[in-house]
């Protein structure tokens, strides 16, 4: 019953910039920890970025200072603006998300992914 979409992806040439947003719908009491991972062909999923409930953020090295991860959280809404995009940065990006839902529970939540394309 409850679902993450994610959008923004696409294609840009490096240098470039995206913004990826993240939407939980459903029935959502509330949302602890959102994260943006993402995974490259014939590699591991990693994490990419986080950002608490009062907003505190923690992002991989190789994105600091590149990507900003938001949140907005009247909306259950994530966002992850990313700048100085490099060809590296090319993978599926998945959000994620610890959700209360209609069960009083907290559960982990994944999105379907949207792929992020940089060409050199």
């Known amino acids: 019953q409850v679902q993450l979409v994610e959008s923004g992806g696409g294609l840009v040439q490096a240098g470039g910039s995206l913004r990826l947003s993240c939407v939980a719908s459903g029935t959502v009491f509330s949302i602890n920890d959102m994260d943006w991972y993402r995974q490259a062909p014939g590699k591991q999923r990693e994490l990419v970025a986080a950002?608490?409930?009062?907003?505190?953020?923690n992002y991989v090295d190789s994105v600091k200072g590149r990507f900003t991860i938001s949140r907005d959280n009247a909306k259950n809404t994530v966002y992850l603006e990313m700048n100085s995009l490099k060809p590296e940065d090319t993978a599926v990006y998945y959000c994620?998300?610890?959700?209360?839902?209609?069960?009083?529970?907290?559960?982990?939540?994944w999105g379907q992914g949207t792929q992020v394309t940089v060409s050199s």
């Open positions: 950002i608490s409930v009062n907003s505190g953020t």
């Open positions: 994620n998300a610890d959700i209360k839902d209609h069960t009083g529970r907290f559960w982990h939540y």
